[in-house]
């Protein structure tokens, strides 16, 4: 079976590239009688400083033929005429491609590429409940300070999601939230609307112990991630500032640097905050970190926190939380709400609420049987959702598509 995938390819930034290079990796690592052969349409390396060659995969061809920016579909449809794919497997997300042009373009290289090649699948990896998109998603998510926009912007989000379904023979979301979404908001046929739970990484070694390490006096709480407004850091600096003054244990590390789809520097507003509420000695921005500095930080962590006003997509962060077995406090909303199990592989605790995240973190990090029970079944539960699993699901549904008609 011959596989085009189109879409971002690391070392650009963003939980896509990242994405469709671990689940390309986990198809191509599977025994040679059933994985698929795969070429990957993706974007230009630009100014990214690390190497292409490192990004490689052995047995896969990586094509680096578009840029994000209106042109982008003439590009790809150039150098895929003359070809012939079993699957065309397309990577969304709303401006994966570019800004305003390419956003609303997508549909037409749905039509063109089902057109060409006859069986597309298109994987959305967010879909936004038309019941959100009002003035504060818009600021929340800096997308414009203008409340005129709202209505053109809900518009041009339902035309742009309802053509994608329509045009697609099949389309991909993360979770039941999102599929629930696609259906009610923007009349998907449920028919064609598939779940592929996003892969979760294999843990790094088998849990079996809930003490803390000799000599360690102070608990790490973690932010691991792009900083945006979505994202809620600055609940988590004020329920810090609340638990600081009342114990002298633990530390906040906020490790991520601004998201390169926003023109604010969340960075220095969540450091200014951190200087306001007094707890900067107590609160460690890293910046940007890589691959290579993930490990530590995790290692350390006793409990990582996604305090995320917003959920609309599935988050990688998670993944790497089971890779490390760290307890995971998150808002009780969205793929957030349906990806932990409050109690079992972490707590929720009411979105926006400074209150109970105090209380969410407190209580984890006062009570070692929790931390215990949580780290053993996320363990237990990553080994289920391993990329490998994933995989075979998505090697599925290509040959469901491929051979229905």
Not at 271 to 287: C, H, M, N, P, S
Not at 295 to 315: H, I, M, T
Not at 331 to 341: C, N, P, Y
Not at 345 to 353: H, I, M, N, P, V
Request: aromatic share 8%; glycine share 6%.
């Amino acid at each position: 079976m011959k596989i085009c995938i189109i879409s971002t390819w690391p070392p650009t930034p963003g939980g896509v590239a990242a994405y469709t290079k671990r689940i390309t990796s986990a198809l191509n690592s599977l025994p040679t009688k059933s994985k698929p052969t795969i070429t990957v349409f993706a974007d230009k390396l630009g100014d990214h400083s690390i190497a292409e060659e490192k990004e490689e995969i052995p047995g896969v061809e990586i094509k680096r033929i578009w840029s994000r920016d209106a042109l982008y579909l003439i590009k790809i449809i150039r150098k895929i005429v003359g070809e012939h794919f079993d699957i065309v497997h397309i990577q969304h997300e709303y401006i994966l491609y570019g800004r305003l042009l390419s956003f609303l373009s997508f549909p037409l290289l749905v039509l063109l590429m089902r057109i060409l090649q006859g069986r597309v699948v298109v994987q959305l990896h967010s879909v936004i409940p038309r019941r959100l998109i009002d003035f504060d998603f818009l600021s929340t998510n800096n997308i414009s300070e203008k409340r005129s926009l709202v209505p053109l912007f809900k518009i041009s989000v339902f035309i742009v999601t309802f053509l994608t379904c329509k045009f697609s023979n099949v389309v991909i979301v993360h979770a039941d939230y999102l599929r629930k979404s696609l259906i009610q908001d923007y009349f998907a046929s449920s028919k064609k609307v598939r779940i592929l739970r996003y892969g979760l990484a294999k843990p790094e070694r088998e849990y079996s112990s809930p003490q803390l390490p000799k000599g360690r006096t102070v608990h790490n709480i973690l932010f691991y991630g792009y900083l945006s407004g979505r994202k809620g850091v600055d609940l988590l600096l004020r329920a810090f500032a609340q638990l600081a003054a009342k114990r002298g244990d633990i530390r906040l590390i906020v490790a991520g640097g601004n998201s390169p789809h926003t023109r604010t520097d969340i960075l220095s507003e969540m450091k200014q905050l951190a200087q306001e509420l007094r707890i900067e000695q107590d609160v460690y921005f890293t910046g940007e970190k890589g691959a290579v500095e993930m490990e530590p930080l995790f290692e350390g962590a006793d409990v990582l926190v996604l305090p995320y006003k917003y959920s609309v997509s599935a988050s990688d962060v998670i993944s790497k939380a089971c890779r490390y077995c760290v307890p995971i406090i998150a808002s009780d909303i969205g793929v957030l709400k349906e990806e932990i199990q409050h109690g079992r592989t972490g707590l929720l605790f009411r979105a926006g609420s400074i209150e109970e995240l105090k209380n969410a973190i407190s209580s984890l990090l006062d009570n070692r049987r929790i931390q215990h029970t949580i780290r053993t079944n996320l363990y237990d539960y990553a080994r289920e959702r391993s990329w490998h699993n994933t995989s075979l699901r998505l090697l599925e549904i290509y040959k469901e598509n491929a051979t229905t008609h």
